[in-house]
């Protein structure tokens, strides 16, 4: 299978008894190159006889599907509902506002799937512990395959739910499962049971690095947070996006009665038809050793599973255990070759391939060199740290955004209506503004859909360049029901690549009928005692004005556009700015503004200790280059050394170290490429930095004027021009009295703007609908598109400096918080900006949002609120307090306990290593797990009105003059 194919297989009764020898076979065809492939099971094959009666099965958490997001990348959140049955979640699915569209064909539901996303959320069946195979059924049975995965339980007496037991999952009208591998990446299989089709994508093994690339470059900050963030199952990316970026991937529709089965290290997605019913689990093979040695958990949550390698090394490769334990059996992984169990239906060069691999192993365990040269291409992967989670992941709360917009009751657009977007881009009003308080004016951050076409036409190729050997999938299979990603699919039919993503809706927030600002994963409230724990809604920018005012600029607004569109040629790579832009407006000095300069005795009068440096770069004092200089050489010697990634300063984690290369200093830079590349409202990434070394590192140059030091990559210079003798633009230009128009401060690398303007490069990175026309040269910066209310803002830091407005502010990025400032303001006074996730670009912690929240000793007889038995909160009495002792402990089986009671240990067969502990469930087993620590917690004892009492700890515990969390209001 070079093409690397979804292959569909259509065994006979004889061939389907034996499930791991069928494997073996299906992989000998090639079929685990693509990533998926389907089997066809006899006709007499049936797994149950009738589904009549499991109408009263309970699906004890069901999932509301809130999915985010535009343009083909989105982001889903899962709210979890009451429980129901299968009876009343069939009448859901069935009903007028969750069931199917019309539709003509498969393509065409595709196409309204990816268009009505964003509406109506599904509610999703998923993870329902259990099975539907009668118990007289043993072939291909997903309860008990008998692979070499059932050693975890055999020999360890572990169940790992889903993964080595079975789960079911009942699908309605477009619920999703999101872009991931499998636990450990592992092997999956998938029957569909009855009910409406479901369609995959899958990404070949080979590939799936470009597919994780992609994610962290249009998801920066989740990548910053967990590196596999692809395993929160919360990332949706459309084909046409796929497509855009030269992934390959094929597609394919699963009918009722029908098996997937998914291989190891495969990205793949998809989402159901209509009320469905799928049985799912895990399953191994010889070849996913090699994987799960390879897997660890991530470092976002302890509670993930992961599968101790130990028993499968052990049993399975005993000649490489000592050198696997000692940290030196490093393989490099050939995703192309099948499983050792395939080598009876082999021949030829591949069944020497296996052989070799077989005989590197046993040389590798002597400490001889391998003879077959191992060809390093990007059919395999250097071994890599990856996590697995089985169970979908939960929205404690309900995002602020999501609740507020009304979500769950919005209506799918229509098949007409749909059509009708798909074939122009909608028209978004541009006066949408929405009083909120006296604090000011929640103003929406617009794009200019009527210009796309002239903005794509001026845009840079940043499509990847993929090598000539690519799998191209431009066929369709007539066999079966396998189709694959042409340029005329539902998608993009029509379009050319360039214009691949243009068919959906592209607008920034808020979007049509609530496409909710949401955007990072696990969100919450982001006040009071929450504060630390959740991250906000990236906001729009607020004005304090009246709504003449506000008429007169929605006018003066549209009015710009117009001239704009008028003078802009296609090819013209900047729009001259409107006679009435504010940046156009302040060329002229009023007497206010000369009189604003500081007097001596005001300037001594500075308190603020990040304000004094700047003393002398206020814009409304006159140009002192010689203080600019010392400004420069000051930051070049302070980590993070750029002037541009000065903007992530205060979210740095560790200090930056420079090293020395080739007689230049070299450091990481700490924007990822896409703050350079998105604008809000485009899917052009240029995923490729030709100035960044294979390391990640970028070389430190300093202008010889001005002596500010940037890293190449973040201004754009080419390694041969990186020389002692390099100059910035502005120096280049002499443009020496030019300040930057969108702040207030002079000093920093500068590049050239509209009209003859200049701008900070660190600025424009700052303010998301800023644009860098030429993405590798970093300029010339495009701030015509920034709407005029951003104008309007006062900045916070510099309005007591200086009595006019000037430049242009962003927020901080908290719920609805007004708080505003210059990109330079905030990051000279020390305010939080870290990277986002698209479509925005930058993350702003207010220091109000930013100061953790202390909990505060509770005394006996204090009034507090808490969780009673029922579930709800009341005010209770703090009647006592006691110190209680706590195990934390890993389970064999991965999983952890960090509250496990003393008496709860059965038997220590080494005090400090080795645990055996009796186990929270009803069966009342004995695990094996490992002691980590022992942890001494401060307890609560309180009193309830009805005379209960509970011990708790403080984190449950409420005082009265406490900020609650959403989800203590709801239930109080």
Not at 150 to 163: A, L, P
Not at 250 to 276: L, R, W
Not at 392 to 412: D, G, I, T, Y
Not at 704 to 720: E, F, I, L, M, R
Request: aromatic content about 10%; hydrophobic content about 30%; charged content about 25%.
């Amino acid at each position: 299978n070079p093409s690397a194919r979804i292959m569909t297989f259509r065994p006979t009764m004889e061939q389907f008894r034996d499930f791991s020898r069928y494997i073996a076979y299906v992989e000998a065809q090639g079929a685990h190159r693509a990533g998926l492939a389907k089997i066809i099971p006899p006709k007499e094959w049936k797994p149950r006889r009738c589904y009549d009666d499991i109408d009263d099965l309970v699906i004890p958490a069901p999932i509301q599907q809130v999915v985010t997001g535009q343009s083909g990348l989105f982001t889903q959140y899962n709210i979890q509902k009451k429980a129901m049955t299968v009876r009343e979640f069939r009448r859901i699915a069935n009903s007028d506002k969750y069931c199917t569209p019309r539709y003509t064909d498969f393509e065409d539901l595709e196409r309204k799937y990816w268009k009505n996303l964003t509406f109506n959320a599904p509610i999703y069946g998923a993870d329902v512990n259990g099975t539907l195979y009668d118990k007289h059924v043993d072939t291909w049975n997903i309860g008990r395959l008998n692979t070499i995965l059932d050693i975890v339980e055999n020999e360890s007496g572990i169940t790992i739910e889903g993964v080595n037991t079975p789960y079911l999952y009942f699908g309605m009208w477009k619920t999703s499962f999101a872009w991931h591998t499998e636990d450990m990446d592992l092997y999956s299989i998938n029957y569909l049971h009855f009910g409406e089709p479901k369609s995959w994508y899958s990404i070949p093994p080979e590939h799936g690095k470009r597919l994780e690339r992609l994610a962290k470059g249009f998801f920066p900050g989740s990548a910053q947070s967990c590196e596999a963030f692809l395993r929160h199952k919360m990332t949706l990316i459309s084909p046409s996006i796929l497509k855009k970026y030269g992934i390959p991937f094929d597609k394919v529709t699963q009918e009722a009665g029908e098996f997937m089965i998914t291989f190891p290290y495969s990205y793949h997605a998809g989402f159901n038809h209509g009320f469905n019913c799928a049985e799912s689990t895990n399953f191994a093979t010889l070849r996913w050793i090699e994987y799960g040695k390879q897997s660890v958990l991530c470092s976002c949550r302890k509670d993930m599973v992961k599968i101790s390698m130990d028993v499968f090394v052990r049993k399975y490769q005993p000649d490489r255990y000592k050198l696997w334990k000692a940290g030196k059996d490093v393989t490099v992984i050939d995703h192309t070759l099948p499983t050792p169990e395939a080598a009876e239906f082999l021949k030829g060069d591949l069944m020497q391939k296996v052989k070799n691999r077989k005989q590197c192993a046993e040389e590798m365990e002597t400490g001889e060199t391998c003879k077959e040269e191992v060809d390093r291409d990007e059919t395999k992967s250097i071994p890599r740290h990856r996590i697995g989670t089985k169970r979908h992941r939960v929205c404690l709360e309900v995002p602020q955004e999501v609740s507020e917009s009304e979500a769950f009751p919005k209506e799918e657009l229509s098949s007409a209506q749909c059509e009708a977007d798909m074939a122009e881009p909608c028209e978004r009003p541009t006066n949408e503004l929405a009083q909120q308080g006296e604090e000011g004016l929640k103003l929406p951050v617009k794009t200019e859909e009527e210009e796309e076409e002239e903005q794509e036409a001026a845009a840079l190729d940043l499509s990847i360049s993929h090598a000539s050997n690519s799998t191209s999938l431009s066929t369709t299979s007539k066999q079966s029901t396998t189709f694959s990603a042409q340029p005329s699919s539902p998608v993009c039919s029509g379009s050319s690549d360039s214009e691949s993503t243009d068919l959906l809706a592209k607008q920034t927030v808020p979007g049509p009928a609530g496409v909710f600002t949401v955007h990072s994963y696990a969100r919450g409230d982001a006040s009071g005692s929450d504060s630390e724990q959740t991250s906000g809604k990236k906001a729009s920018a607020t004005a304090s004005m009246n709504e003449q005012e506000l008429a007169e600029v929605a006018k003066e607004y549209i009015r710009s556009m117009k001239e704009s569109k008028k003078s802009k040629g296609r090819r013209q790579p900047l729009s001259k700015l409107p006679r009435h832009h504010p940046l156009l407006v302040k060329d002229c000095i009023s007497d206010d503004e000369a009189s604003e300069q500081l007097t001596p005795e005001e300037e001594a009068e500075e308190a603020e200790a990040w304000a004094k440096p700047l003393s002398q770069l206020w814009q409304n004092r006159p140009p002192n280059f010689e203080a600019e200089k010392e400004y420069n050489r000051t930051m070049a010697q302070q980590s993070p050394y750029c002037a541009v990634c000065m903007l992530f300063q205060t979210y740095q984690t560790s200090e930056v170290t420079p090293a020395a290369m080739d007689g230049k200093i070299r450091t990481k830079p700490l924007i990822p490429e896409m703050c350079f590349t998105a604008t809000g409202c485009s899917t052009d990434l240029s995923l490729s930095t030709p100035y960044l070394e294979e390391d990640g590192t970028s070389v430190l140059i300093t202008c010889k004027n001005c002596h500010v030091c940037v890293h190449a990559s973040c201004y754009g210079v080419s390694p041969d021009k990186a020389t002692e003798d390099w100059m910035c633009s502005r120096c280049t230009e002499n443009a020496l009295e030019e300040d930057c128009c969108l702040c207030s401060l002079r000093g920093g690398a500068l590049q050239r703007a509209n009209d003859d303007k200049w701008v900070h490069v660190m600025c424009a990175v700052g303010v998301l609908e800023a644009k860098f026309v030429n993405i590798a040269e970093r300029s010339p910066v495009d701030v015509g598109k920034i709407p005029l209310q951003r104008f309007r803002l006062k900045c916070i830091f510099c309005k007591k400096r200086r009595k006019r407005i000037a430049g242009c502010c962003v927020q901080c990025s908290h719920g609805r918080c007004p708080t505003s400032f210059h990109v330079s303001c905030a990051q000279a006074a020390g305010v939080m900006m870290q990277p986002d996730d698209w479509p925005f670009v930058v993350f702003i912690t207010c220091f109000r949002h930013k100061i953790p929240f202390q909990s505060e000793d509770l005394s006996p007889g204090q009034i507090v609120i808490s969780k009673h038995k029922n579930g709800r909160f009341y005010q209770c009495e703090v009647v006592s307090l006691a110190k209680e002792t706590f195990y934390e402990v890993n389970f064999d089986d991965g999983s952890f306990s960090d509250n496990l009671y003393p008496e709860d240990i059965v038997v220590c067969y080494a005090v400090g290593v080795w645990l055996q502990q009796r186990a929270h469930s009803v069966n009342g087993q004995v695990y094996g797990a490992k002691f980590v620590a022992s942890h001494a917690i401060q307890m609560y004892q309180v009193e309830f009105e009805d005379g209960s009492q509970l011990m708790v700890k403080r984190d449950d515990v409420y005082t009265l003059d406490e900020e609650l969390p959403k989800r203590v209001k709801s239930r109080l």
